[in-house]
């Protein structure tokens, strides 16, 4: 697009901000904003400790008490609390939407007839 306007006589100077202003009409609000590297960090520590509160909330309720010792808990790293949200250096991750989108990509995979 730049090159069009650049040989309609439009120089880089006016064309290259010109075509940013109208590709950021046209795309705001439709393309999700890429997660920062702390943010993808702290879902893919979070991810172990996810699963394993999912197969915990999941599971057989006498399984849970028994398997449940506050005494045991490691200090330092990521830390998972009861309502299923890891805090991972500050970032709040919440295990429902993390584990829903881990089952959506093998539900997606599985529809599509896709081995992996």
Known sequence: MVAILEEAGFGSRVAAPLVARILEQVFEGTV??????????????????????????????????????????????????????????????????LVDEVLAVFEDRAETGAGG
């Open 32 to 97: 999700p904003e890429a997660p920062l590297a702390a943010v993808r960090y702290a879902r893919s520590a979070a991810l172990p400790l996810c699963l394993e509160w999912y197969e915990w909330r999941s599971g057989n309720t006498l399984d849970r008490l028994d398997a449940a010792d506050p005494s045991s808990a490691e200090t330092g790293g990521p830390e998972l609390d009861a309502s299923g949200t890891v805090r991972v250096r500050g970032i709040r991750v919440d295990c429902d939407d």
